[in-house]
């Protein structure tokens, strides 16, 4: 069933554990229901050609709604699960109800900024109108790409509440803990936590790895010195691979937090393959769960409070103020580019300025 003949219907997996292909509008009312995603999707191109009614979608008919179908079906084995499922929830919620029967080669941004207008009536907030708007932009490109549109209507949309970077020398724009704050927490942390659990806050301290991907390790990604990160278990309780190269990574970790890694891969007679966060039965430790400790940790070591994503923010701020060079701390992040670096920590690379001048006053000062 290609996609430049009919739209191609939506694909979801269900509770049951079986996968559901349902009907683009064009087409009808329909499901149809398989034990895999390859069983059901040749379900349904049997289904279709089988349909003598079954007409081409022409490119100035096909309506917005269908487009987004089509999408989101063809970016099921391009995308992480937790990204299909935020684009999913946004453009079903608010666009189609809303633009869906608009015939997408008609979609100008007028319709867009109207649609973001009567979200705001509606006191969507300034975080979901930021996701929708990324979401939509990939529907058009996706779009322009067949040819069922001449050009981008998102080209001319703003994106809600601005570009998206930090303002140089605002230390509002990113938050995190000063190395004393952070010690304070590992501390309590071992103190009211269990030694896997503390283990968790000294991964991210130590590391400055996302949530994700510290509970996606496993034993075996650790070789001392270094750590690899080479997989995340998502908010959606999949593991997935890493979204980009630069974020697969191997970095250097502290003594200190080796020895804590193979303290509880003895402690719990683990094999390599074990992951280093895991339950009863094996699986990862879920981030929710991860988030609760936070609060305790927090509380017990009177310090401001703070996300999980906010200690990385901390890792990164400690080693720019040692002086660590800001492409090694890129590295460390796994930031795509130093631009992204330099960027989210433009407050502290600002500060580090004046003492670069002092060290020039004083490299040439004469007697």
């Known amino acids: 069933m290609p996609a430049s003949n009919y739209g191609l219907g939506s694909v979801r997996r269900r509770k049951d554990g079986r996968w559901e292909w349902s009907a683009p509008p064009s087409l009808g009312r329909k499901s149809i229901y398989g034990k895999s995603r390859r069983d059901v999707l040749d379900k349904a191109r049997a289904w279709t050609a089988s349909k003598p009614e079954a007409k081409r979608v022409k490119a100035e008919d096909r309506t917005l709604s269908e487009t987004i179908e089509a999408f989101l079906t063809s970016a099921t084995d391009r995308l992480?699960?937790?990204?299909?499922?935020?684009y999913r929830s946004v453009l079903r919620t608010h666009v189609l109800p809303r633009r869906g029967q608009l015939p997408v080669a008609r979609l100008k941004a007028e319709h867009v900024e109207s649609l973001y207008a009567e979200l705001r009536d509606r006191s969507v907030s300034l975080r979901t109108l930021q996701a929708l708007h990324i979401a939509i932009r990939q529907v058009t490109k996706f779009a322009l790409d067949r040819g069922w549109i001449d050009k981008d209507p998102m080209a001319g949309?703003?994106?809600?509440?601005?570009?998206?970077?930090?303002?140089?020398?605002?230390?509002?724009?990113?938050?995190?803990?000063?190395?004393?704050?952070?010690?304070?927490?590992?501390?309590?942390?071992?103190?009211?936590?269990?030694?896997?659990?503390?283990?968790?806050?000294?991964?991210?301290?130590?590391?400055?790895c996302r949530i994700s991907e510290a509970l996606g390790l496993r034993f075996r990604d650790h070789r001392v010195p270094r750590l690899s990160f080479v997989r995340t278990f998502s908010k959606a309780r999949q593991i997935e691979p890493m979204k980009s190269e630069t974020s697969r990574r191997t970095i250097e970790i502290p003594g200190r937090l080796s020895g804590l890694i193979e303290q509880e891969r003895s402690g719990r007679g683990a094999q390599l393959d074990d992951y280093v966060f895991a339950t009863g039965t094996g699986t990862p430790l879920d981030q929710d769960r991860v988030r609760k400790l936070l609060v305790q940790v927090v509380r017990a070591a009177d310090v401001p409070t703070r996300t999980l994503h906010e200690i990385r923010h901390s890792h990164a701020v400690i080693l720019l103020e040692a002086g660590t060079p800001l492409k090694v701390v890129q590295l460390r992040l796994g930031h795509s580019d130093p631009a992204i670096t330099l960027r989210t920590y433009s407050h502290v690379t600002t500060a580090l300025e004046g003492g670069a001048v002092r060290a020039l006053d004083a490299a040439f000062s004469m007697p």
């Open 80 to 86: 992480r699960t937790a990204t299909i499922t935020q």
């Open 157 to 208: 949309v703003r994106r809600p509440g601005g570009a998206k970077q930090a303002r140089v020398g605002d230390e509002s724009a990113v938050r995190y803990w000063t190395a004393q704050e952070l010690k304070r927490v590992l501390v309590a942390a071992h103190e009211i936590l269990t030694p896997q659990q503390a283990l968790v806050f000294e991964v991210l301290a130590g590391t400055g």
